[in-house]
Structures are given as structure tokens and as C-alpha cells.
């Protein structure tokens, strides 16, 4: 646990003004203190410049756009796991009044009456969906934990446990959480993916009483007896035939969340930081994704985020070395296009993940 830091007097009077201005009004205040704060990432500028809409939920895109399926995001829509990782990125600055105006997003925008957290709103800030996203769920608590040990808030551990009790009430599936629960069906699936076993959360978890030790234990084995192909990890867990299963075609940023969440549990994934390692020297770069039989990149495309959790990653498992290549590499390719500061922007458009996963790692390497 990093040091707690004293609040200096420009903070508290951010703290107060959200509270007597209201919401909006304090966003737009403290983003101009925070633009004449100095240590701010100019990443962290981009995002609050042009990843912000007006009502203060983050875009997932930086242009708009629809589509006419639900299931998918679309433009300046907002998502339950952008908001959670804007919170991990306030604990990491140890900002309240940065994790305070998200804490009030939450509250006024995505947690509903039934206690579950939309896992998107409209751009206009609406739900307009009936199902939440575990593992945002689980990085909201997380958060909201962490929040409360460290600035002695109540309330952020009230609402951790709200939601909590939820997901333990309806979001299981013979003895399991799963994905999402839909909550006007009154219906779940059998899958977990396993890129939502979030240790670290479940053990902030266990630790304030809002799961059993028995139910964090039971997640650590899944993670512990998970099959490898000797290199990446399986897709998924079926909760009712008790398997898991892989995917051909493999997301290196869902393979990088389980190895991160691994190392946090004491579990080096080796095999996966040795590939890592080989495919940045080979080709000093990493895709996107790759071809599980053949470990060969099956796109073309670099993403950000890949390099910022590969940071964490490598900060995890304490070689601070790989971590400073990555990130040599990985702030190459910020300001590609000049309209845009501090983002990474390709062809007039990013997602915040690919803003926000860097911005974490490069908070992490400085603390580090």
C-alpha cells in the first residue's frame, strides 16, 4: 500500500466545490486546476479534454457514432469498465478529488435503484441496458475499497458492499459469479471469463467481510489449476461442466489482465513474459493478437493498452528493466496526430482503454 498523502489546501477546496457547485460544475472547475497542475500526464489532459462528455462520464471513442446493436459500444457511449479504471488511476495519484467526481458518476449515473451497476449509459448518460459487467463490477469495489482505507470514508465501503451484495444474490451460477446477469430476465449464463478473476479485488473483498474466505479461495484455485498451452491461457470457465476452454485466436490484452492477476496472487506467469520478452526483441513491437498454434501476430496493429498492461505487468513481477523498454516504446506512439495531445490517435479516432491502460502504466513506472 503506497503512503496516504496529506490533502493540500487547493485540494480540499475542489473537494468542497463539488459538493456546493454540484457535479458538472466541479468537473469543469477542477479540470482547469488540474490542467495548471504540473505532474499531470499529458495523457491524463487528453482524456479530460476530449475523452469527457458534458455530463462527466468518459467516451469509450473519441468520435461519435452509432450502432444498431446493443450489445456492442458505439462513440461517445460510456462503460461501467472505463469508470473503474478512471478510478484505479485516481487511487494510483492518490487523488480523492479526482476519485470523488467518479464516485459521483457512479452514484448518479450508473448504479440503479436494484443496486447493479449498467455496465453502459448513453452518451447523454441514460441506462439503457438491463445487465452489468462483472469484472468492472469487481474493479469498482475494488476501488471503492482501496478509497475507503485510504482516505477513511465510510461511504465508499457502504456502496462497495451494495453492490457486492448483488452480485452474490443474483449474479452466480451453480456456485459461481458469471459474466453478467440479465436483470430484466431474471437470467445468467454458465461462463466466467477468466480475464474477470480479479484476485486483487476478491481480496480487498474477503478482507472487509464481503466474501468468505472459502469464496476467495475457490477463485485463487481456478487461477492456481488453470490449464496453459505452455504459453497463453484458456478464454473461459464453465461453471456447470466445471471446464475451461481456450480460443484459437488469441487477445493479448486478455492473456496480459490474467498474468497480472496471476503475479498478484504470488503466481509468476513465466512462459508468458518469456514470449513477451522474445516477440519485443525479435520485432520491437507487440500486436494485438495472435494465432494460438502458431504464436505467430495474426494482426498487424499495435495497441496501446497491450503495452501499458505489459508494463504493469513487468512491474509486478519486479523487472522494472522490461518495464522501461515498454515504455520507450509505448509513449512513440502518443501524438501521432497533432490535434490531439497527449492521446494516442490513430486515423482521428482512439478508445479509452488505449489511454487509460497506458496512463495506469506510466502512473505505476513514476511510483515505482
Known sequence: MMPIRLYSFKNLLIILTIVSMGLTTAISVYSKEAALNNESSPTEQFVRKHMTNPNGTLATYLQSGTSSNPDLVAGREALSESLGLWMQYAIMR???????????????????????????????GQIKVNTNALGDDFRIIGSLLEASKLWKQDKYLITAREISDVL????????????????????APSTLSLVYVDTAALGLMKDHQLIDSGTYEQYQQMLAKMPSDGIFYPKTFDVKRLKYSFDDSVNLIDQLIVGIHLAEMGREPAPLISFLKREFQQHKKLKGRYTRATRKAEVAYESPSVYGLAILLALECGDKEFAKQLHKHMISLRNRDNSYSGGYVFNKNTHFFDNVFPLLAETALKNS
Open 168 to 187: 452474490q444474490m443474483h449474479v452466480q451460477n451453480n456456485g459461481y459469479f458469471v459474466d453478467f446477469y440479465d436483470f430484466a430476465r431474471a437470467e
Open 94 to 124: 492518490q487523488d480523492q478529488a479526482l476519485f470523488d467526481v467518479s464516485y459521483q458518476i457512479l452514484l448518479d449515473h450508473f448504479l440503479t435503484e436494484q443496486k447493479y451497476v449498467a455496465w453502459k449509459l448513453d452518451p447523454n
